[in-house]
């Protein structure tokens, strides 16, 4: 096979690996959002934040970008299944809060 007829092969697959980064650059961006609110609400760190999304992932079977999204989505609506905010709930004790800097440590 000579170079011109592999060149349309290729462009469908860099097309292909154009929409797979794309796809990764959004779904890194809602997850980092959902991220942001498990920081902000829970008071726990970023790093608790990414385990809490994780593990309601884990625990509901559920995609952890679809967990972020509907957490981005309870945000903004206050919508959020019974199921997932008990999951989240748990999860969030479990975790947190973390100590705020320069607060006074309880006793």
Do not use: C, F
């Not at 097309?15 to 609110?37: F, P, W, Y």
């Not at 709930?89 to 320069?102: C, F, N, R, S, V």
């Amino acid at each position: 096979m000579n170079q011109n007829a592999k060149e349309p092969d290729r462009i469908v697959e860099l097309r292909e690996e154009i929409d797979q980064l794309k796809e990764a650059v959004t779904s890194h961006a809602v997850v980092d959002q959902a991220i942001g609110m498990m920081v902000a609400l829970g008071r726990v760190t970023p790093d608790q934040g990414w385990a809490v999304l994780r593990e309601v992932s884990q625990h509901t079977n559920i995609k952890l970008r679809t967990i972020a999204e509907m957490i981005i989505v309870w945000g903004q609506k206050g919508d959020l299944s019974p199921d997932v905010r008990a999951v989240l709930e748990d999860t969030l004790d479990k975790y947190g809060p973390a100590q705020i800097p320069d607060s006074p440590s309880t006793p």
